[in-house]
Protein backbone atom coordinates (compact mmCIF):
# COMPACT_ATOMS: atom_id res chain seq x y z
CA UNK A 1 0.00 0.00 0.00
CA UNK A 2 1.40 3.40 -0.90
CA UNK A 3 0.76 6.43 1.86
CA UNK A 4 1.76 10.17 0.57
CA UNK A 5 2.78 12.18 3.18
CA UNK A 6 1.16 15.44 2.67
CA UNK A 7 1.47 17.55 5.24
CA UNK A 8 2.92 17.44 9.00
CA UNK A 9 2.52 20.52 11.49
CA UNK A 10 2.64 20.90 15.00
CA UNK A 11 -0.68 21.73 17.16
CA UNK A 12 -0.61 24.00 20.50
CA UNK A 13 -3.04 24.97 22.87
CA UNK A 14 -5.82 27.41 21.54
CA UNK A 15 -5.16 29.10 25.08
CA UNK A 16 -2.16 30.14 27.22
CA UNK A 17 -2.02 26.53 29.89
CA UNK A 18 -0.29 26.34 33.07
CA UNK A 19 3.22 25.89 32.77
CA UNK A 20 6.18 24.55 34.74
CA UNK A 21 7.08 21.16 35.39
CA UNK A 22 4.62 18.27 36.86
CA UNK A 23 5.85 15.51 38.85
CA UNK A 24 4.73 11.70 38.11
CA UNK A 25 3.69 9.15 40.44
CA UNK A 26 5.38 5.82 40.49
CA UNK A 27 2.48 4.40 38.52
CA UNK A 28 3.35 6.57 35.59
CA UNK A 29 6.63 5.75 35.18
CA UNK A 30 7.06 1.75 35.18
CA UNK A 31 5.35 -1.09 33.12
CA UNK A 32 5.39 0.42 29.53
CA UNK A 33 7.39 3.76 28.50
CA UNK A 34 6.75 3.65 25.11
CA UNK A 35 3.64 5.15 22.85
CA UNK A 36 0.62 2.70 22.80
CA UNK A 37 -1.37 3.12 19.26
CA UNK A 38 -5.15 2.82 18.26
CA UNK A 39 -6.75 3.38 15.12
CA UNK A 40 -10.14 4.00 14.00
CA UNK A 41 -12.22 4.13 10.46
CA UNK A 42 -14.67 6.43 9.27
CA UNK A 43 -16.87 6.79 6.10
CA UNK A 44 -17.77 9.83 6.20
CA UNK A 45 -21.29 11.61 4.63
CA UNK A 46 -20.64 13.63 1.35
CA UNK A 47 -20.96 17.11 3.20
CA UNK A 48 -17.55 16.19 5.16
CA UNK A 49 -15.89 15.72 2.16
CA UNK A 50 -16.60 18.85 0.67
CA UNK A 51 -14.33 21.28 1.18
CA UNK A 52 -11.20 18.96 1.25
CA UNK A 53 -10.09 20.74 4.30
CA UNK A 54 -13.04 20.03 6.33
CA UNK A 55 -11.89 17.18 8.24
CA UNK A 56 -8.50 18.07 8.84
CA UNK A 57 -9.87 21.50 10.19
CA UNK A 58 -12.33 20.20 12.12
CA UNK A 59 -9.65 18.51 13.88
CA UNK A 60 -7.16 20.79 13.95
CA UNK A 61 -9.12 23.16 15.26
CA UNK A 62 -10.90 20.90 18.01
CA UNK A 63 -7.54 19.33 19.32
CA UNK A 64 -5.79 22.81 19.75
CA UNK A 65 -8.92 23.85 21.78
CA UNK A 66 -9.28 20.29 23.70
CA UNK A 67 -5.19 20.96 24.83
CA UNK A 68 -6.04 23.78 26.77
CA UNK A 69 -7.99 21.76 29.72
CA UNK A 70 -5.95 18.30 29.10
CA UNK A 71 -2.00 20.77 28.57
CA UNK A 72 -0.09 17.98 29.70
CA UNK A 73 -0.08 16.16 26.52
CA UNK A 74 0.95 19.30 24.77
CA UNK A 75 4.24 19.06 26.96
CA UNK A 76 7.14 16.98 27.46
CA UNK A 77 9.07 14.73 29.59
CA UNK A 78 12.10 14.57 30.73
CA UNK A 79 15.03 12.68 33.03
CA UNK A 80 15.00 13.24 36.40
CA UNK A 81 17.76 11.34 37.44
CA UNK A 82 17.63 7.43 38.45
CA UNK A 83 15.68 6.42 36.11
CA UNK A 84 12.84 8.68 36.43
CA UNK A 85 10.69 11.20 34.52
CA UNK A 86 8.43 14.30 35.04
CA UNK A 87 6.76 16.30 32.44
CA UNK A 88 7.45 19.62 31.56
CA UNK A 89 4.29 21.09 30.88
CA UNK A 90 5.40 24.11 28.18
CA UNK A 91 2.61 23.96 25.52
CA UNK A 92 5.38 22.83 22.67
CA UNK A 93 2.55 20.28 21.20
CA UNK A 94 1.54 17.77 19.62
CA UNK A 95 2.57 16.25 15.88
CA UNK A 96 -0.25 16.19 13.42
CA UNK A 97 -0.06 14.65 10.11
CA UNK A 98 -2.05 14.61 6.86
CA UNK A 99 -1.26 11.68 4.37
CA UNK A 100 -3.38 10.12 1.29
CA UNK A 101 -3.70 6.63 0.14
CA UNK A 102 -4.98 5.40 -3.05
CA UNK A 103 -6.27 1.91 -1.47
CA UNK A 104 -10.13 1.86 -0.91
CA UNK A 105 -11.29 -0.18 2.53
CA UNK A 106 -12.35 -3.18 0.72
CA UNK A 107 -8.14 -3.63 0.52
CA UNK A 108 -8.22 -3.83 4.48
CA UNK A 109 -10.89 -7.17 4.29
CA UNK A 110 -12.02 -7.11 8.53
CA UNK A 111 -9.43 -4.19 9.45
CA UNK A 112 -7.93 -6.93 11.72
CA UNK A 113 -4.15 -5.34 12.43
CA UNK A 114 -1.69 -6.21 8.93
CA UNK A 115 1.54 -4.77 7.90
CA UNK A 116 0.01 -1.87 6.24
CA UNK A 117 -0.88 0.14 9.55
CA UNK A 118 2.61 0.95 9.61
CA UNK A 119 1.66 3.21 7.13
CA UNK A 120 -1.32 4.41 8.62
CA UNK A 121 0.10 5.38 11.99
CA UNK A 122 2.72 7.88 12.79
CA UNK A 123 6.26 6.37 13.79
CA UNK A 124 7.98 7.86 17.03
CA UNK A 125 11.96 8.31 16.38
CA UNK A 126 13.35 6.93 20.03
CA UNK A 127 16.31 7.94 19.32
CA UNK A 128 16.00 11.22 20.04
CA UNK A 129 16.17 13.21 22.69
CA UNK A 130 13.26 12.66 25.38
CA UNK A 131 12.96 16.05 26.19
CA UNK A 132 11.94 17.08 22.06
CA UNK A 133 9.70 13.70 21.87
CA UNK A 134 5.66 14.72 21.73
CA UNK A 135 3.49 12.72 23.50
CA UNK A 136 0.87 12.71 21.11
CA UNK A 137 1.11 11.70 17.31
CA UNK A 138 -2.01 12.40 15.25
CA UNK A 139 -2.52 10.74 11.47
CA UNK A 140 -5.37 11.46 9.52
CA UNK A 141 -5.28 9.05 6.26
CA UNK A 142 -7.61 9.96 3.12
CA UNK A 143 -8.15 6.92 0.99
CA UNK A 144 -9.22 6.87 -2.73
CA UNK A 145 -13.08 5.50 -1.50
CA UNK A 146 -13.94 8.76 0.88
CA UNK A 147 -13.06 7.08 3.83
CA UNK A 148 -10.26 8.00 6.49
CA UNK A 149 -8.54 6.41 9.01
CA UNK A 150 -7.29 8.62 12.46
CA UNK A 151 -4.42 7.20 14.16
CA UNK A 152 -3.90 8.11 17.83
CA UNK A 153 -0.20 7.57 19.46
CA UNK A 154 0.15 8.75 23.05
CA UNK A 155 2.69 8.03 25.63
CA UNK A 156 1.47 5.62 28.22
CA UNK A 157 3.90 7.63 30.35
CA UNK A 158 1.26 10.16 30.37
CA UNK A 159 -2.02 8.55 30.38
CA UNK A 160 -3.32 4.82 31.02
CA UNK A 161 -6.25 3.43 28.62
CA UNK A 162 -8.44 5.03 30.51
CA UNK A 163 -7.56 9.12 30.77
CA UNK A 164 -6.39 8.53 27.07
CA UNK A 165 -10.55 7.31 26.34
CA UNK A 166 -11.58 10.21 28.08
CA UNK A 167 -8.84 12.64 26.33
CA UNK A 168 -10.27 11.82 22.94
CA UNK A 169 -13.92 11.31 23.81
CA UNK A 170 -13.94 15.44 24.72
CA UNK A 171 -11.83 15.96 22.00
CA UNK A 172 -14.42 14.34 20.05
CA UNK A 173 -17.25 16.47 21.59
CA UNK A 174 -15.32 19.71 21.40
CA UNK A 175 -15.08 18.74 17.40
CA UNK A 176 -18.92 18.25 17.36
CA UNK A 177 -19.36 21.98 18.96
CA UNK A 178 -20.26 20.19 22.46
CA UNK A 179 -19.30 21.76 25.66
CA UNK A 180 -16.71 19.69 27.98
CA UNK A 181 -17.94 16.73 29.58
CA UNK A 182 -15.82 16.13 32.33
CA UNK A 183 -13.02 18.36 33.61
CA UNK A 184 -9.51 16.31 34.07
CA UNK A 185 -8.08 15.97 37.35
CA UNK A 186 -4.42 16.55 36.64
CA UNK A 187 -3.28 16.68 40.42
CA UNK A 188 -0.75 13.50 40.78
CA UNK A 189 -0.27 13.90 44.32
CA UNK A 190 -3.30 11.61 44.81
CA UNK A 191 -0.60 8.98 44.15
CA UNK A 192 2.26 10.98 45.94
CA UNK A 193 3.89 12.50 43.18
CA UNK A 194 7.25 13.52 44.24
CA UNK A 195 7.00 12.94 47.33
CA UNK A 196 9.30 10.51 49.50
CA UNK A 197 8.40 7.08 50.56
CA UNK A 198 6.50 6.67 53.49
CA UNK A 199 7.54 3.57 54.89
CA UNK A 200 9.21 0.47 53.28
CA UNK A 201 6.54 -1.39 52.20
CA UNK A 202 5.05 -4.55 53.78
CA UNK A 203 3.83 -6.82 50.85
CA UNK A 204 5.77 -8.29 48.71
CA UNK A 205 5.27 -6.77 45.13
CA UNK A 206 6.35 -9.99 42.89
CA UNK A 207 4.43 -8.32 40.14
CA UNK A 208 7.22 -5.61 39.59
CA UNK A 209 10.37 -8.13 39.55
CA UNK A 210 11.68 -9.71 36.17
CA UNK A 211 8.81 -12.73 35.17
CA UNK A 212 10.20 -16.26 34.89
CA UNK A 213 12.49 -17.31 32.03
CA UNK A 214 12.58 -20.71 30.48
CA UNK A 215 14.63 -23.61 32.50
CA UNK A 216 18.11 -23.49 31.91
CA UNK A 217 18.10 -19.77 30.33
CA UNK A 218 20.15 -16.80 32.70
CA UNK A 219 18.00 -14.20 30.24
CA UNK A 220 15.50 -13.53 28.23
CA UNK A 221 17.79 -12.27 24.94
CA UNK A 222 17.05 -15.03 22.87
CA UNK A 223 13.60 -15.01 23.20
CA UNK A 224 13.66 -11.27 22.46
CA UNK A 225 14.97 -11.81 19.16
CA UNK A 226 12.83 -14.24 17.84
CA UNK A 227 10.37 -12.98 14.78
CA UNK A 228 6.79 -12.70 15.75
CA UNK A 229 3.31 -12.47 14.58
CA UNK A 230 0.00 -11.20 14.89
CA UNK A 231 -3.43 -12.90 14.94
CA UNK A 232 -7.01 -11.22 15.82
CA UNK A 233 -8.97 -14.48 17.55
CA UNK A 234 -12.78 -13.89 17.63
CA UNK A 235 -15.09 -15.81 20.02
CA UNK A 236 -19.01 -15.98 19.27
CA UNK A 237 -21.18 -15.16 22.20
CA UNK A 238 -22.04 -19.05 22.21
CA UNK A 239 -18.39 -19.85 22.37
CA UNK A 240 -17.59 -17.23 25.48
CA UNK A 241 -20.66 -18.29 27.36
CA UNK A 242 -19.20 -21.94 26.73
CA UNK A 243 -15.71 -21.21 28.47
CA UNK A 244 -17.30 -19.39 31.36
CA UNK A 245 -19.74 -22.68 31.62
CA UNK A 246 -16.40 -25.04 31.62
CA UNK A 247 -14.83 -22.73 34.06
CA UNK A 248 -17.59 -22.22 36.68
CA UNK A 249 -18.61 -26.16 36.20
CA UNK A 250 -15.07 -26.88 38.26
CA UNK A 251 -15.04 -24.13 41.17
CA UNK A 252 -14.73 -24.34 44.17
CA UNK A 253 -18.06 -23.92 46.31
CA UNK A 254 -16.77 -21.38 48.46
CA UNK A 255 -16.71 -18.83 45.47
CA UNK A 256 -17.70 -16.00 46.13
CA UNK A 257 -19.47 -15.21 42.73
CA UNK A 258 -18.74 -16.73 38.73
CA UNK A 259 -15.33 -16.10 37.14
CA UNK A 260 -15.62 -13.00 34.80
CA UNK A 261 -15.00 -13.18 31.04
CA UNK A 262 -11.82 -12.06 31.82
CA UNK A 263 -10.92 -14.48 34.14
CA UNK A 264 -12.24 -16.96 32.27
CA UNK A 265 -10.33 -16.25 28.90
CA UNK A 266 -7.48 -14.91 30.23
CA UNK A 267 -7.21 -18.37 31.72
CA UNK A 268 -7.62 -20.09 28.48
CA UNK A 269 -5.51 -17.68 26.55
CA UNK A 270 -2.69 -18.51 29.46
CA UNK A 271 -3.31 -22.27 29.19
CA UNK A 272 -3.21 -22.29 25.03
CA UNK A 273 0.78 -20.21 25.04
CA UNK A 274 1.79 -22.79 27.45
CA UNK A 275 0.65 -25.98 25.27
CA UNK A 276 1.48 -24.30 22.30
CA UNK A 277 5.24 -23.06 23.36
CA UNK A 278 5.44 -26.65 24.10
CA UNK A 279 6.40 -26.28 27.89
CA UNK A 280 7.46 -28.85 30.55
CA UNK A 281 5.22 -29.18 33.65
CA UNK A 282 7.66 -27.97 35.81
CA UNK A 283 8.45 -24.37 33.71
CA UNK A 284 7.27 -21.87 35.68
CA UNK A 285 4.97 -18.85 34.11
CA UNK A 286 3.59 -15.64 34.68
CA UNK A 287 0.87 -14.28 33.04
CA UNK A 288 0.46 -10.00 33.63
CA UNK A 289 -2.65 -8.41 34.62
CA UNK A 290 -3.03 -4.54 34.49
CA UNK A 291 -5.68 -3.80 37.14
CA UNK A 292 -7.18 -0.57 37.20
CA UNK A 293 -7.26 0.88 41.02
CA UNK A 294 -9.32 3.81 40.81
CA UNK A 295 -12.60 2.21 42.60
CA UNK A 296 -10.32 0.81 44.79
CA UNK A 297 -8.79 2.48 46.79
CA UNK A 298 -10.20 3.35 50.45
CA UNK A 299 -11.46 6.65 48.86
CA UNK A 300 -12.03 6.48 45.22
CA UNK A 301 -9.86 8.67 42.83
CA UNK A 302 -12.10 12.09 41.53
CA UNK A 303 -13.72 11.82 38.76
CA UNK A 304 -11.60 12.58 35.46
CA UNK A 305 -7.96 11.52 36.97
CA UNK A 306 -5.64 11.79 34.08
CA UNK A 307 -2.80 9.72 34.65
CA UNK A 308 -2.01 6.21 35.25
CA UNK A 309 -3.83 3.98 38.00
CA UNK A 310 -3.26 1.16 37.04
CA UNK A 311 -0.72 -1.58 38.54
CA UNK A 312 0.39 -4.55 37.41
CA UNK A 313 0.10 -8.05 39.30
CA UNK A 314 1.12 -11.13 38.03
CA UNK A 315 -0.52 -14.22 38.67
CA UNK A 316 1.97 -17.19 38.25
CA UNK A 317 2.14 -21.20 38.64
CA UNK A 318 3.36 -24.05 36.91
CA UNK A 319 2.92 -24.60 33.25
CA UNK A 320 1.97 -28.90 33.84
CA UNK A 321 -0.50 -27.34 36.74
CA UNK A 322 -1.84 -25.03 33.89
CA UNK A 323 -2.40 -27.49 31.55
CA UNK A 324 -2.95 -30.30 33.24
CA UNK A 325 -5.97 -29.03 35.86
CA UNK A 326 -9.44 -27.97 34.40
CA UNK A 327 -9.70 -24.05 33.48
CA UNK A 328 -11.18 -22.99 36.79
CA UNK A 329 -7.08 -23.61 37.97
CA UNK A 330 -6.32 -20.74 35.79
CA UNK A 331 -9.26 -18.24 36.85
CA UNK A 332 -8.37 -18.66 40.02
CA UNK A 333 -4.58 -17.90 40.12
CA UNK A 334 -5.96 -15.16 38.21
CA UNK A 335 -8.88 -13.87 40.26
CA UNK A 336 -5.91 -14.16 43.14
CA UNK A 337 -3.61 -11.78 41.99
CA UNK A 338 -6.67 -9.16 41.11
CA UNK A 339 -8.00 -9.65 43.96
CA UNK A 340 -5.15 -8.34 45.98
CA UNK A 341 -4.97 -4.71 44.49
CA UNK A 342 -6.61 -2.55 47.51
CA UNK A 343 -5.29 0.46 49.18
CA UNK A 344 -3.20 -1.00 51.47
CA UNK A 345 -1.37 -2.77 48.23
CA UNK A 346 -1.13 0.42 45.70
CA UNK A 347 0.65 2.40 48.41
CA UNK A 348 2.69 -0.37 49.51
CA UNK A 349 3.31 -0.72 45.78
CA UNK A 350 4.41 3.00 45.54
CA UNK A 351 6.13 2.65 48.54
CA UNK A 352 8.21 -0.27 47.26
CA UNK A 353 9.41 1.72 43.49
CA UNK A 354 10.08 4.93 45.44
CA UNK A 355 12.53 2.99 47.41
CA UNK A 356 14.09 1.85 44.64
CA UNK A 357 17.76 3.73 43.68
CA UNK A 358 16.36 3.22 39.71
CA UNK A 359 13.69 2.40 38.07
CA UNK A 360 15.27 1.76 34.61
CA UNK A 361 14.46 -2.48 35.66
CA UNK A 362 10.71 -1.69 35.79
CA UNK A 363 10.30 0.01 32.78
CA UNK A 364 9.43 -2.19 29.29
CA UNK A 365 10.66 -0.94 26.99
CA UNK A 366 12.00 -3.88 24.85
CA UNK A 367 9.18 -3.13 21.79
CA UNK A 368 11.48 -0.55 20.76
CA UNK A 369 14.65 -2.44 20.33
CA UNK A 370 16.09 -2.43 24.50
CA UNK A 371 16.98 -5.36 26.29
CA UNK A 372 16.07 -3.71 29.76
CA UNK A 373 12.85 -4.54 31.69
CA UNK A 374 10.29 -7.04 32.47
CA UNK A 375 9.84 -9.68 29.82
CA UNK A 376 6.68 -11.17 29.29
CA UNK A 377 7.11 -13.22 26.20
CA UNK A 378 7.92 -16.92 26.11
CA UNK A 379 7.37 -18.40 28.95
CA UNK A 380 4.98 -15.46 30.04
CA UNK A 381 2.37 -12.99 28.48
CA UNK A 382 0.54 -10.02 29.25
CA UNK A 383 -3.29 -10.07 28.93
CA UNK A 384 -5.14 -6.47 28.69
CA UNK A 385 -8.48 -6.13 28.93
CA UNK A 386 -10.76 -3.45 26.99
CA UNK A 387 -13.69 -4.67 27.80
CA UNK A 388 -14.87 -1.99 30.19
CA UNK A 389 -13.00 0.98 28.59
CA UNK A 390 -15.47 2.84 26.28
CA UNK A 391 -13.18 2.41 22.93
CA UNK A 392 -16.45 2.50 20.54
CA UNK A 393 -18.58 5.47 19.71
CA UNK A 394 -15.43 8.90 18.89
CA UNK A 395 -17.56 10.72 16.72
CA UNK A 396 -15.79 14.06 15.72
CA UNK A 397 -19.23 15.10 13.93
CA UNK A 398 -18.91 12.70 10.59
CA UNK A 399 -20.57 9.96 12.57
CA UNK A 400 -19.14 6.92 14.49
CA UNK A 401 -16.57 4.81 13.32
CA UNK A 402 -16.63 1.32 11.40
CA UNK A 403 -13.82 -0.06 12.90
CA UNK A 404 -11.70 0.31 15.96
CA UNK A 405 -8.69 -1.56 17.08
CA UNK A 406 -5.05 -1.76 18.53
CA UNK A 407 -2.63 -0.58 15.60
CA UNK A 408 0.65 -2.04 15.96
CA UNK A 409 1.54 -4.56 18.83
CA UNK A 410 5.07 -6.84 17.86
CA UNK A 411 5.92 -8.38 20.97
CA UNK A 412 5.78 -11.61 21.90
CA UNK A 413 3.41 -12.46 24.31
CA UNK A 414 1.16 -9.31 24.39
CA UNK A 415 -2.42 -9.13 23.82
CA UNK A 416 -5.55 -7.66 24.35
CA UNK A 417 -9.29 -8.33 25.03
CA UNK A 418 -11.50 -6.47 23.33
CA UNK A 419 -15.56 -6.58 23.09
CA UNK A 420 -17.12 -6.57 19.84
CA UNK A 421 -18.02 -3.52 18.07
CA UNK A 422 -22.04 -4.00 17.43
CA UNK A 423 -22.51 -5.75 20.95
CA UNK A 424 -23.56 -9.01 20.29
CA UNK A 425 -21.94 -10.46 23.10
CA UNK A 426 -18.86 -11.73 20.68
CA UNK A 427 -15.25 -11.19 21.96
CA UNK A 428 -11.90 -10.38 20.02
CA UNK A 429 -8.62 -11.25 21.11
CA UNK A 430 -5.23 -8.98 20.02
CA UNK A 431 -2.75 -11.66 19.86
CA UNK A 432 1.38 -11.58 19.18
CA UNK A 433 3.02 -14.64 19.50
CA UNK A 434 6.66 -15.84 18.07
CA UNK A 435 5.58 -17.18 14.69
CA UNK A 436 7.03 -20.91 15.38
CA UNK A 437 4.09 -20.92 17.77
CA UNK A 438 1.12 -18.91 16.13
CA UNK A 439 -0.51 -21.94 14.32
CA UNK A 440 -0.27 -24.12 17.55
CA UNK A 441 -2.09 -21.77 19.97
CA UNK A 442 -4.96 -21.15 17.38
CA UNK A 443 -5.49 -24.59 17.08
CA UNK A 444 -5.48 -25.15 20.44
CA UNK A 445 -7.71 -21.76 21.36
CA UNK A 446 -10.51 -23.35 19.34
CA UNK A 447 -10.17 -27.09 20.01
CA UNK A 448 -10.19 -26.65 23.70
CA UNK A 449 -13.37 -24.65 23.32
Not at 238 to 255: F, G, P, R
Not at 368 to 381: A, D, E, I, K, M
Request: glycine share 8%; aromatic share 10%; charged share 20%.
Amino acid sequence: MVVSLKNCCTVKPAEPTWNGPQPLSELDQVGTTTHVSTIYFYRPTQNWLSPPDTITNTLKESLSKALVPFYPIAGRLSWIGKGRLQINCNAEGVQFFEAESESKFEDFGDFSPCPEYEYLIPSVDYSVPIHEMPLLLVQLTKFKCGGISLSLLVSHVVVDGPSALHFFSEWARIARGEPLGTSPFHDRRVFRAGDPPRASPCIDHEGFIQPPLLLGKLDSLEERKKKTTVAMLKLTKTQVEKLKKMANEDQSSDLEHDYTRYETLAGHIWRCACKARKHGNEQPTALGVCVDSRRRMSTPLPIGYFGNATLDVIATCRAGDLMSKPLSYASSRIREAIKKVNDEFVNSGIDFLKNQPDLTQFQDIHSVGSTQGPFYGNPNLGVVSWLTIPIYGLDFGWGKEIYMGPGTHDFDGDSLVLPSHDGDGSLTVALCLQVAHMDDFKKHFYEDI
